[in-house]
């Protein structure tokens, strides 16, 4: 089970719980490589965001295209503001995460 807090005891929004399940499906469905035909399918796309208090990195997604990612940073931006945490960036990837939480190390 992926940890729904990261340092400083924020936790993770509605908004991001609600796409976890959405993530472990995708993630399992879709591998980034297809060894039937030998070509490789293309990662999903996640909106990145760095805070510095706490310090972490969640990844929120994922999204079908670039421009359904760059449409929802806004909610995840707002519900990381609510809960006073400072962003210190944010990046449209298109990868596949192995958490959608990373704590410091």
Same mark, same amino acid.
């Given at each position: 089970?992926?940890?729904? /807090?990261? #340092?400083?005891? %924020?936790? &993770?929004?509605?908004? =991001?719980?609600?796409?976890?399940?959405?993530?472990?499906?995708?993630?399992? =469905?879709?591998?980034?490589?297809?060894?039937?035909?030998?070509?490789?399918?293309?990662?999903?796309?996640?909106?990145?965001? =760095? +805070? #510095?208090?706490?310090?972490?990195?969640?990844?929120?997604? $994922?999204?079908?295209? !670039?421009? /359904?990612? @760059?449409?929802? !940073?806004?909610?995840? %931006? *707002?519900?990381?503001? !609510?809960?006073? #945490?400072?962003? @210190?960036?944010?990046? &449209? /990837?298109?990868?596949?995460? /192995?958490?959608? +939480? &990373? $704590?410091? *190390?």
């Amino acid at each position: 089970m992926l940890s729904e /807090k990261c #340092a400083g005891d %924020l936790s &993770i929004s509605k908004l =991001a719980r609600s796409n976890m399940s959405y993530y472990n499906s995708f993630s399992t =469905a879709c591998p980034p490589y297809n060894r039937d035909n030998k070509s490789k399918r293309q990662f999903p796309w996640w909106v990145k965001i =760095a +805070t #510095a208090k706490p310090q972490c990195v969640y990844y929120f997604g $994922p999204f079908d295209n !670039q421009s /359904k990612a @760059v449409k929802s !940073q806004s909610g995840y %931006l *707002e519900d990381l503001s !609510q809960e006073q #945490a400072k962003v @210190v960036s944010i990046e &449209i /990837k298109q990868e596949q995460p /192995k958490l959608l +939480t &990373i $704590p410091p *190390e």
